[in-house]
Protein backbone atom coordinates (compact mmCIF):
# COMPACT_ATOMS: atom_id res chain seq x y z
CA UNK A 1 0.00 0.00 0.00
CA UNK A 2 1.02 3.45 -0.86
CA UNK A 3 -0.50 6.77 0.62
CA UNK A 4 0.19 9.52 -1.73
CA UNK A 5 -0.16 13.40 0.44
CA UNK A 6 1.17 17.02 -1.60
CA UNK A 7 3.91 19.10 -0.29
CA UNK A 8 3.59 22.79 0.95
CA UNK A 9 4.52 26.00 -0.15
CA UNK A 10 6.53 27.15 3.00
CA UNK A 11 9.41 24.60 3.76
CA UNK A 12 12.38 24.76 6.92
CA UNK A 13 15.66 23.89 7.00
CA UNK A 14 16.28 21.16 9.85
CA UNK A 15 19.12 19.69 10.02
CA UNK A 16 19.32 18.38 13.77
CA UNK A 17 16.26 16.63 14.46
CA UNK A 18 16.73 14.11 12.04
CA UNK A 19 19.18 12.61 9.45
CA UNK A 20 18.08 12.18 5.76
CA UNK A 21 18.98 9.23 4.65
CA UNK A 22 19.05 9.34 1.12
CA UNK A 23 18.92 11.06 -2.25
CA UNK A 24 15.44 11.99 -4.01
CA UNK A 25 15.04 9.39 -7.00
CA UNK A 26 14.64 12.14 -9.30
CA UNK A 27 18.04 13.83 -7.57
CA UNK A 28 19.07 14.43 -11.39
CA UNK A 29 15.94 15.76 -13.11
CA UNK A 30 15.36 18.09 -10.24
CA UNK A 31 18.71 19.53 -11.00
CA UNK A 32 17.68 20.08 -14.37
CA UNK A 33 14.81 21.85 -12.71
CA UNK A 34 16.89 23.68 -10.74
CA UNK A 35 19.08 24.77 -13.96
CA UNK A 36 16.26 25.85 -16.02
CA UNK A 37 14.56 27.97 -13.11
CA UNK A 38 18.13 29.61 -13.02
CA UNK A 39 18.02 30.23 -16.62
CA UNK A 40 14.86 33.21 -16.04
CA UNK A 41 14.64 36.18 -15.27
CA UNK A 42 13.75 37.52 -11.83
CA UNK A 43 10.55 38.76 -13.42
CA UNK A 44 9.87 35.34 -14.91
CA UNK A 45 10.52 33.83 -12.11
CA UNK A 46 8.39 35.87 -9.83
CA UNK A 47 5.23 35.24 -12.82
CA UNK A 48 6.16 31.00 -12.78
CA UNK A 49 5.11 31.50 -8.94
CA UNK A 50 2.86 33.60 -8.57
CA UNK A 51 3.86 35.74 -5.50
CA UNK A 52 4.47 38.63 -3.49
CA UNK A 53 8.05 40.47 -4.05
CA UNK A 54 9.36 39.08 -0.80
CA UNK A 55 8.63 35.66 -1.04
CA UNK A 56 9.96 35.99 -5.15
CA UNK A 57 13.35 37.60 -3.66
CA UNK A 58 13.79 34.83 -0.54
CA UNK A 59 13.21 31.77 -3.75
CA UNK A 60 15.68 33.48 -5.58
CA UNK A 61 18.49 34.13 -3.29
CA UNK A 62 17.61 30.31 -2.13
CA UNK A 63 17.85 29.19 -5.95
CA UNK A 64 21.31 31.28 -6.82
CA UNK A 65 22.70 29.20 -3.81
CA UNK A 66 20.98 25.92 -4.40
CA UNK A 67 22.91 22.84 -3.62
CA UNK A 68 20.58 19.58 -3.83
CA UNK A 69 23.16 17.08 -2.42
CA UNK A 70 24.37 19.01 0.82
CA UNK A 71 22.56 20.12 3.86
CA UNK A 72 19.51 18.38 3.21
CA UNK A 73 16.75 17.74 5.77
CA UNK A 74 14.42 14.95 5.93
CA UNK A 75 10.96 15.70 3.51
CA UNK A 76 8.53 15.09 6.41
CA UNK A 77 10.38 17.44 8.20
CA UNK A 78 10.97 20.23 5.23
CA UNK A 79 7.57 20.79 5.00
CA UNK A 80 6.00 23.45 7.43
CA UNK A 81 1.61 23.47 6.25
CA UNK A 82 -1.22 22.87 7.92
CA UNK A 83 -0.83 19.28 6.95
CA UNK A 84 2.28 18.46 8.23
CA UNK A 85 1.22 19.96 11.61
CA UNK A 86 -1.39 17.76 11.87
CA UNK A 87 0.56 15.06 10.94
CA UNK A 88 2.85 15.44 13.62
CA UNK A 89 6.06 13.72 13.21
CA UNK A 90 8.23 15.04 15.65
CA UNK A 91 5.85 12.96 18.47
CA UNK A 92 5.93 9.88 15.89
CA UNK A 93 6.58 6.89 18.50
CA UNK A 94 7.87 3.75 17.54
CA UNK A 95 7.25 1.98 14.11
CA UNK A 96 5.67 5.07 13.15
CA UNK A 97 8.85 6.48 11.36
CA UNK A 98 9.41 2.79 9.96
CA UNK A 99 5.54 2.93 8.59
CA UNK A 100 5.67 6.15 6.68
CA UNK A 101 8.78 5.58 4.99
CA UNK A 102 8.05 2.08 3.51
CA UNK A 103 4.45 3.24 2.82
CA UNK A 104 4.05 7.06 2.35
CA UNK A 105 5.03 9.42 -0.86
CA UNK A 106 5.20 13.04 -1.05
CA UNK A 107 4.35 14.12 -4.62
CA UNK A 108 6.70 17.34 -5.55
CA UNK A 109 6.51 19.60 -9.33
CA UNK A 110 10.34 19.89 -8.59
CA UNK A 111 11.41 16.78 -6.66
CA UNK A 112 8.94 14.09 -8.51
CA UNK A 113 8.30 12.44 -5.71
CA UNK A 114 9.98 11.95 -2.02
CA UNK A 115 9.86 9.32 0.61
CA UNK A 116 9.95 10.64 4.00
CA UNK A 117 13.59 10.83 4.63
CA UNK A 118 14.76 11.74 1.05
CA UNK A 119 16.59 14.67 1.41
CA UNK A 120 15.44 18.11 0.26
CA UNK A 121 16.44 21.88 0.06
CA UNK A 122 13.68 25.11 -0.09
CA UNK A 123 12.05 25.11 -3.07
CA UNK A 124 9.13 26.77 -5.05
CA UNK A 125 7.76 25.02 -7.92
CA UNK A 126 3.75 23.92 -7.80
CA UNK A 127 2.84 20.97 -10.01
CA UNK A 128 0.31 23.08 -11.95
CA UNK A 129 3.05 26.21 -12.89
CA UNK A 130 3.36 26.82 -16.26
CA UNK A 131 7.00 26.05 -16.51
CA UNK A 132 7.44 25.02 -20.89
CA UNK A 133 11.14 22.92 -19.81
CA UNK A 134 12.78 20.43 -21.89
CA UNK A 135 9.98 21.03 -24.36
CA UNK A 136 7.22 20.18 -22.55
CA UNK A 137 4.24 21.84 -21.96
CA UNK A 138 4.12 21.73 -18.26
CA UNK A 139 5.34 19.92 -15.56
CA UNK A 140 2.95 16.98 -15.80
CA UNK A 141 4.07 16.25 -19.34
CA UNK A 142 7.98 16.45 -17.84
CA UNK A 143 7.14 14.01 -15.50
CA UNK A 144 4.86 11.64 -17.23
CA UNK A 145 4.57 8.58 -16.15
CA UNK A 146 7.51 8.39 -13.83
CA UNK A 147 6.22 9.24 -10.99
CA UNK A 148 3.36 6.42 -11.16
CA UNK A 149 5.84 4.06 -12.33
CA UNK A 150 7.41 5.13 -9.04
CA UNK A 151 4.49 4.82 -6.74
CA UNK A 152 3.69 1.17 -7.56
CA UNK A 153 7.53 0.09 -7.25
CA UNK A 154 7.45 -2.30 -4.69
CA UNK A 155 3.65 -1.88 -3.77
CA UNK A 156 2.92 -5.79 -4.45
CA UNK A 157 -1.05 -5.05 -3.62
CA UNK A 158 -0.85 -2.48 -6.00
CA UNK A 159 -3.13 -0.52 -3.75
CA UNK A 160 -2.40 3.85 -3.45
CA UNK A 161 -4.74 5.51 -0.80
CA UNK A 162 -5.21 9.31 -2.45
CA UNK A 163 -4.87 12.37 0.15
CA UNK A 164 -3.07 14.45 -2.40
CA UNK A 165 -4.70 17.39 -4.13
CA UNK A 166 -6.70 17.62 -7.23
CA UNK A 167 -3.32 19.60 -8.07
CA UNK A 168 -0.78 17.06 -7.47
CA UNK A 169 -3.31 13.39 -7.89
CA UNK A 170 -3.49 14.68 -11.90
CA UNK A 171 -0.07 13.78 -12.01
CA UNK A 172 -0.89 10.20 -10.85
CA UNK A 173 -4.42 9.27 -12.10
CA UNK A 174 -3.62 9.28 -15.78
CA UNK A 175 -1.57 6.62 -15.74
CA UNK A 176 -3.75 4.30 -13.42
CA UNK A 177 -4.46 0.76 -14.87
CA UNK A 178 -7.32 -1.27 -14.20
CA UNK A 179 -5.44 -3.65 -11.71
CA UNK A 180 -4.65 -1.29 -9.64
CA UNK A 181 -6.71 -0.10 -6.31
CA UNK A 182 -6.64 3.28 -6.17
CA UNK A 183 -8.90 5.32 -3.31
CA UNK A 184 -9.45 8.94 -2.32
CA UNK A 185 -10.12 10.44 0.75
CA UNK A 186 -12.89 13.51 1.01
CA UNK A 187 -13.42 15.14 4.96
CA UNK A 188 -16.46 16.99 4.46
CA UNK A 189 -19.04 19.02 7.04
CA UNK A 190 -21.92 17.19 6.59
CA UNK A 191 -24.71 20.34 6.41
CA UNK A 192 -28.32 18.98 5.65
CA UNK A 193 -28.07 16.03 3.50
CA UNK A 194 -25.09 17.94 1.49
CA UNK A 195 -21.23 17.35 2.17
CA UNK A 196 -18.92 20.72 2.05
CA UNK A 197 -15.12 20.04 1.96
CA UNK A 198 -13.48 23.09 3.10
CA UNK A 199 -9.51 23.37 2.45
CA UNK A 200 -7.88 24.02 5.94
CA UNK A 201 -10.19 21.20 7.60
CA UNK A 202 -9.43 18.59 4.83
CA UNK A 203 -5.56 19.63 5.37
CA UNK A 204 -6.01 18.81 8.92
CA UNK A 205 -7.74 15.82 8.33
CA UNK A 206 -5.22 14.76 5.97
CA UNK A 207 -2.71 15.15 8.24
CA UNK A 208 -4.66 13.91 10.91
CA UNK A 209 -4.88 10.18 8.66
CA UNK A 210 -1.25 10.00 8.02
CA UNK A 211 -0.50 9.97 11.80
CA UNK A 212 -3.32 7.44 12.28
CA UNK A 213 -2.48 4.99 9.53
CA UNK A 214 1.47 5.08 11.07
CA UNK A 215 -0.06 4.58 14.42
CA UNK A 216 -1.89 0.96 13.45
CA UNK A 217 0.86 0.32 10.89
CA UNK A 218 -2.48 -0.02 8.14
CA UNK A 219 -2.22 -2.28 5.26
CA UNK A 220 -6.00 -2.52 4.30
CA UNK A 221 -9.13 -0.33 2.96
CA UNK A 222 -10.89 -1.57 5.99
CA UNK A 223 -8.16 -0.03 8.25
CA UNK A 224 -8.64 2.86 6.46
CA UNK A 225 -12.48 3.22 6.47
CA UNK A 226 -11.61 3.12 10.37
CA UNK A 227 -10.83 6.56 10.65
CA UNK A 228 -12.44 8.27 13.30
CA UNK A 229 -10.54 11.44 14.36
CA UNK A 230 -11.34 14.97 14.90
CA UNK A 231 -15.07 13.95 14.85
CA UNK A 232 -15.25 12.67 11.55
CA UNK A 233 -16.55 9.22 10.58
CA UNK A 234 -17.03 6.86 7.96
CA UNK A 235 -19.78 7.76 5.69
CA UNK A 236 -20.78 4.08 4.11
CA UNK A 237 -23.69 5.61 2.35
CA UNK A 238 -21.97 8.45 0.69
CA UNK A 239 -18.83 6.68 -0.22
CA UNK A 240 -18.18 4.01 -3.46
CA UNK A 241 -14.86 1.39 -4.11
CA UNK A 242 -12.53 4.57 -5.21
CA UNK A 243 -13.87 7.45 -3.03
CA UNK A 244 -14.22 7.38 1.10
CA UNK A 245 -16.15 9.59 2.26
CA UNK A 246 -15.55 10.76 5.95
CA UNK A 247 -18.24 13.57 7.41
CA UNK A 248 -18.95 15.05 10.79
CA UNK A 249 -21.53 17.71 11.74
CA UNK A 250 -19.65 19.29 14.02
CA UNK A 251 -16.06 20.79 14.33
CA UNK A 252 -13.92 20.19 17.43
CA UNK A 253 -13.96 23.47 19.36
CA UNK A 254 -17.18 24.81 17.60
CA UNK A 255 -19.82 22.50 19.03
CA UNK A 256 -22.85 24.88 20.19
Known sequence: MRVTISPAKKMVVNTDDAEAIALPAFIERA????????????AQLQGLWACSDAIAQQNAERLEHMDLRR???PALLAYD???YAYMAPAVFEDGQFEWVQEHLRILSGFYGILRPFDGVVPYRLDMQAKAQVAGCANLYAYWGGALYDAL????EGRMVV????????KAIEPYLQPQDTYIT?????LTGEKVVQKGVYAKMARGEMVRYL?????????????????NYRFDETRSTDDTFVFTRTT??????
Do not use: H
Open 31 to 42: EDLRDWLRSLSF
Open 162 to 169: NLASKEYA
Open 185 to 189: CVFGE
Open 152 to 155: MEGN
Open 81 to 83: GIQ
Open 251 to 256: VPGKEG
Open 214 to 230: AGIQAATPDQVRGFDWS
Open 71 to 73: SLT
